[in-house]
């Protein structure tokens, strides 16, 4: 499980815990995203002054670079090592999704006309994402197989894809899932005093979702299993989800209160 941990002096950093324990503190400079089973977390490192996708694996941090000398951010890994993410030009007008594979950045490039952001990645090496054509306000979810983009037909951005193809996309205010090109709005909870809200983080490869529906009183994290939704409780969010069912997140104490990592098993 990885995370952030507020030390004394008030500074964030980036820890892994085991077991319920704190075992490693990988300082201030790294921020993690993404954890694969072989324990390799991808995330950004400013060490050297540029905020750079980079990877952590065995006490080391990699620099992956940036492929138009300007920013790169890293959004997920699958269990070979290949690290989804995107590359933003350094005069910060466009921005093309990248997947880092066997230590070369592949540009999958911006559409037409557009901007495009990689989230997810599974072990096939398909990655999920959003592609912003210039005339456009919203994004349209996509999937990149063999290198070539496809668009699945929804507004929003897909964040997640399983190793049989499922995918997760936010749309709206909406968590869905699309399957074998059929598309499911997941639902959520009642809504909140702002109305009905749902968004989806992770999905593993028994097809249950992790993410957060607005509630009467809070946000609540959520798990969509089987057809249901699982109220994780008030103050909640969840952010991934393994094969076993176990969702990891965080829980505010109250409106004001400390903010603590969890697992729900």
Do not use: C
């Amino acid at each position: 499980m990885i995370g952030t941990a507020r030390a004394a002096d008030y500074q964030d950093h980036t820890v892994i815990w085991r077991n319920g324990k704190i075992t490693n503190d990988l300082g201030t400079t790294f921020q993690a995203d993404s954890i694969n089973d072989r324990g390799e977390i991808a995330g950004q490192s400013w060490a050297t002054g540029a905020t750079h996708a980079s990877i952590w694996r065995r006490g080391q941090v990699t620099d992956l670079g940036s492929l138009r000398a300007g920013r790169s951010y890293a959004r997920g890994i699958n269990n070979r090592g290949d690290v989804s993410g995107y590359d933003v030009a350094a005069d910060g007008t466009n921005t093309h999704a990248v997947l880092w594979h066997d230590g070369k950045v592949v540009d999958l490039g911006s559409g037409i006309d557009g901007q495009t952001y990689a989230y997810g990645v599974n072990d096939n090496g398909d990655v999920v994402g959003g592609y912003y054509a210039r005339s456009a306000s919203l994004s349209t979810a996509v999937v990149w197989r063999h290198g070539t983009m496809t668009k699945l037909g929804v507004e929003g951005d897909a964040v997640a894809i399983n190793n049989r193809g499922d995918i997760v996309i936010n749309s709206a205010g909406h968590a869905k899932l699309w399957r074998h090109g059929k598309v499911t709005d997941l639902g959520g909870l009642a809504g909140g005093p702002y109305g009905f809200y749902a968004t989806a983080t992770a999905i593993n490869d028994r097809g249950d979702v992790s993410g957060a529906s607005a509630a009467a009183d809070s946000t609540h994290g959520v798990i969509w299993h089987a057809g249901r939704v699982l109220d994780l409780g008030a103050g909640t969010n969840a952010f991934d989800i393994n094969n076993r069912g176990q969702a990891v997140g965080n829980w505010q104490t109250g409106v004001y209160g400390d903010i603590r990592a969890v697992l729900w098993s």
